[in-house]
T-cell receptor, first 118, second 110 residues
Framework: NAGVMQNPRHLVRRRGQEARLRCSPM?????VYWYRQLPEEGLKFMVY????????ESGMPKERFSAEFPKEGPSILRIQQVVRGDSAAYFC????????????????FGDGTRLSIL | SQELEQSPQSLIVQEGKNLTINCTSS?????LYWYKQKYGEGLIFLMM?????EEKSHEKITAKLDEKKQQSSLHITASQPSHAGIYLC??????????FGAGTRLTVKP
């Protein structure tokens, strides 16, 4: 998993604070996907971004969550006014081209950020 | 209901034993991806299957996709403690998001 870099690995926040999670895709990849893994649940898609564009945010909660992937720098997943239910592992994946069900290559995942809300 | 159902949910085997994990889709698959996740870590890509009847192997792990492309199995031969972890199958149905099964937690007892 050395290719996709996520930081921090662990993040602790108090209720009401903001959480910022960062993801640097693999070299040469310009497509980034964010997933959330709740305790004892599977991975759920949140958002798909290309550089400077949000392509698909159908899995994002409508409030408090936002994502960006600027021209320079990592992709950021931002959670405002965190609540206990936001505690989860957040994973970022990347691909060199837009990934679809027809793709002949996988999405490559980072090690995730484990967010804990006190 | 989930599009991808994995079974069993958890599996405990003695080192050296063979085991099989299944992944069943409610719809025809275009591609099926197997990942392994160790506790507290990220997902490691294992194998991808696209053609009906396709079979791939990597070291002691073999994955197959059935002819109808609605079920895949992951088989581990002579399991070792290093095989322990959570095995996830993933597939694409819509454009951009990979859907995952709930995972199979494998424990290998030395």
């Amino acid at each position: 998993n050395a290719g996709v870099m996520q930081n921090p690995r662990h993040l602790v926040r108090r209720r009401g604070q903001e959480a910022r999670l960062r993801c640097s895709p693999m070299k040469g990849h310009s497509h980034v996907y964010w997933y959330r893994q709740l305790p004892e649940e599977g991975l759920k898609f949140m958002v798909y971004l290309q550089k400077e564009n949000i392509i698909d945010e159908s899995g994002m909660p409508k409030e408090r969550f936002s994502a960006e992937f600027p021209k320079e720098g990592p992709s950021i997943l931002r959670i405002q006014q965190v609540v206990r239910g936001d505690s989860a592992a957040y994973f970022c994946a990347s691909s060199p081209q837009q990934w679809t069900g027809y793709s002949n290559q996988p999405q490559h995942f980072g090690d995730g950020t484990r967010l804990s809300i006190l | 209901s989930q599009e991808l159902e994995q079974s069993p949910q958890s599996l405990i085997v003695q080192e050296g034993k063979n085991l099989t994990i299944n992944c069943t889709s409610s719809k025809t698959l275009y591609g099926l991806y197997w990942y392994k996740q160790k506790y507290g870590e990220g997902l490691i890509f294992l194998m991808m299957l696209q053609k009906g009847g396709e079979e791939k192997s990597h070291e002691k792990i073999t994955a197959k996709l059935d002819e109808k492309k609605q079920q895949s199995s992951l088989h581990i031969t002579a399991s070792q403690p290093s095989h322990a972890g959570i095995y996830l199958c993933g597939a694409g149905y819509n454009n951009n998001d990979m859907r995952f099964g709930a995972g199979t937690r494998l424990t290998v007892k030395p």
